[in-house]
């Protein structure tokens, strides 16, 4: 059995964050255990150090952390997947690139900066119409960080009972204290709507006021992003709490062109017109390009065609066009 004095030791150190002396006292404790004979309880606090021990590495060096699926209700509240995403293989703006380039230094040298008393940046705002990159950016910084994305469900969060929504969002801010990774608010006006507009309710601003609250309270190691397709709509005192507000725009005549060649891959038509394609495409989003291609690819894979028919694939961007244009005029009627 441990001493006293091991114990109030062992609480000193956790309290005081001194991690290398916490781990001596606890081996201490193991040694002391295998010398009284209790050989499986040595062997269990050993395991239980070194794993701790792993865990602790890989938060403050980035690496990947072995977790379980969220369990209970955190379950339902939260989408966990590993992604494998490289920042080399989205077409983006120079600008945002240059700023997520940032984001991920800062992260990689988390704990020097932190040991200067300097905050990375881990709190970011995507803003940008519909298919531009914003979510496939959260599983890209996952990727490019070796950590988990945890997706909220806001679905799920948001509730018609007073006070529970509150109640969920404090699960969310424990869960990325608890667990380092990136965790994506995406959809994020359902929550972040200014107070006082005509379609607000009390339940609604108590929602923001508790958001506003954690996250400003909040000194996880986790990145929080949020995304939104109406940043028109966004509470004002949101913009501050967030280290980096991220605009995302339409890919302009050359971004449509390194998306079509990345897509096509292989099956690029054998002569193709860039020109004449890119004009077809104009307008749409990074998704919607990306859709055509898919479109196209799967129609030759069905045809035994080594390669994409450029009428084809300017016939499936045209289709993509027509879609945008219904979803806009039933937008404008609804």
Do not use: C
Not at 102 to 119: C, N, S, T
């Amino acid at each position: 059995m441990a001493s006293g004095d091991h114990l109030k030791a062992l609480l000193k150190s956790h309290i005081d964050g001194d991690d290398r002396h916490f781990y001596a006292i606890a081996m201490q404790l193991a040694a002391h255990e295998a010398k009284q004979g209790h050989v499986r309880l040595a062997e269990e606090l050993r395991k239980l150090i070194d794993a701790a021990k792993a865990r602790r590495n890989a938060e403050v060096h980035g690496l990947p952390i072995p977790i379980t699926k969220p369990r209970g209700e955190l379950a339902s509240l939260l989408q966990v997947s590993y992604p494998k995403n490289r920042l080399a293989d989205m077409v983006l703006d120079s600008g945002v690139a240059d700023s997520l380039r940032q984001v991920i230094k800062e992260q990689r040298y988390f704990a020097k900066l932190r040991d200067h008393g300097l905050h990375p940046r881990r709190k970011v705002l995507l803003v940008g119409p519909p298919g531009t990159g914003k979510t496939l950016t959260a599983a890209t910084l996952a990727g490019e960080l070796g950590i988990p994305l945890f997706m909220v469900r806001l679905e799920v969060l948001i509730t018609k009972y007073m006070g529970e929504t509150a109640a969920k969002l404090r699960q969310i801010f424990d869960a990325l204290t608890s667990v380092r990774g990136v965790y994506l608010f995406d959809e994020f006006d359902a929550i972040g709507s200014q107070r006082g507009l005509a379609n607000d309710v009390g339940e609604a601003r108590r929602i923001l006021n508790s958001f506003l609250m954690m996250i400003e309270q909040d000194d996880s190691s986790s990145l929080i992003i949020a995304a939104t397709n109406h940043p028109e709509i966004l509470d004002y005192a949101l913009f501050r709490r967030f280290d980096d507000v991220i605009e995302y725009h339409l890919p302009d005549t050359e971004q449509i062109r390194q998306v079509l060649r990345m897509r096509l891959g292989r099956f690029a038509p054998k002569r193709p017109r860039w020109a004449s394609l890119v004009e077809s495409a104009q307008g749409l989003s990074h998704a919607d390009i990306a859709r055509a291609v898919h479109d196209a690819i799967k129609d030759a894979v069905m045809h035994d065609a080594e390669s994409i028919d450029q009428a084809a694939l300017k016939q499936f961007l045209i289709n993509r066009q027509s879609m945008r244009d219904r979803g806009h005029r039933s937008t404008l009627g609804a």
